[in-house]
T-cell receptor, first 113, second 115 residues
Framework: EAQVTQNPRYLITVTGKKLTVTCSQN?????MSWYRQDPGLGLRQIYY???????DKGDVPEGYKVSRKEKRNFPLILESPSPNQTSLYFC????????????FGPGTRLLVL | GENVEQHPSTLSVQEGDSAVIKCTYS??????FPWYKQELGKRPQLIID?????GEKKDQRIAVTLNKTAKHFSLHITETQPEDSAVYFC??????????????FGKGTHLIIQP
């Protein structure tokens, strides 16, 4: 089944404790992105990647890192999480060209205490 | 960068009536405009999209219109049903390789279908 997966789905952590949220897609998509969703603010892009080893900042990149060592994986790294990073995070992927439909993962709900 | 405004933030309609959600965008280079539906606790899912070379697109009870001159686009849902209750997001993208790939989303409209 074609899908985008994220792990973990729920995470409670404390300020300053490094964490990684994994994202994987099995559709051979070139493009991958991370978004955060906050009440009243909609979805905002954090980082995106157009292919392996090619990443760039989105609208709200501060406090986050990403890497794209393999085409299928695009982990989101919070080196020193803070309470303002408490949010719902979505990974998404899409193929290069053609219809630009973004396929979203199931989401990761993060609480930073 | 691109800025997308979406109105209204909440829309309540009677079952069977029509619902219209409107969005405006700022960057005239944007050429792809999808609409996503997000049910409670679920991921956003594409329901319809339109490219800038088309003025209108319809899929059963859902239609999207685009006015490039005015830089606004709208989602129209006819004969609303309870399962249409959700949050709807519009988005705009420049896309086209080489530039930023992401979608810029509106803040969402909570559509409530009253029985």
């Amino acid at each position: 089944e074609a899908q985008v997966t994220q792990n973990p789905r729920y995470l409670i952590t404390v300020t300053g404790k490094k964490l990684t949220v994994t994202c994987s897609q099995n559709m051979n998509h070139e493009y991958m992105s991370w978004y955060r969703q906050d009440p009243g603010l909609g979805l905002r892009q954090i980082y995106y990647s157009m292919n392996v080893e090619v990443t760039d900042k989105g609208d709200v990149p501060e406090g986050y890192k990403v890497s794209r060592k393999e085409k299928r994986n695009f982990p989101l790294i919070l080196e020193s999480p803070s309470p303002n990073q408490t949010s719902l995070y979505f990974c998404a992927s899409r193929p290069r060209g053609g219809r630009r439909t973004q396929y979203f993962g199931p989401g990761t709900r993060l609480l930073v205490l | 960068g691109e800025n997308v405004e979406q109105h209204p933030s909440t829309l309540s309609v009677q079952e069977g009536d029509s619902a219209v959600i409107k969005c405006t965008y700022s960057d005239s280079a944007s050429n792809y405009f999808p609409w996503y539906k997000q049910e409670l606790g679920k991921r956003p899912q594409l329901i319809i999209d339109i490219r800038s070379n088309v003025g209108e697109k319809k899929d059963q009870r859902i239609a999207v219109t685009l006015n490039k001159t005015a830089k606004h686009f709208s989602l129209h849902i006819t004969e609303t049903q309870p399962e249409d209750s959700a949050v709807y997001f519009c988005a705009a993208s420049i896309g086209g390789g080489g530039g930023a790939d992401g979608l810029t989303f509106g803040k969402g409209t909570h559509l409530i279908i009253q029985p």
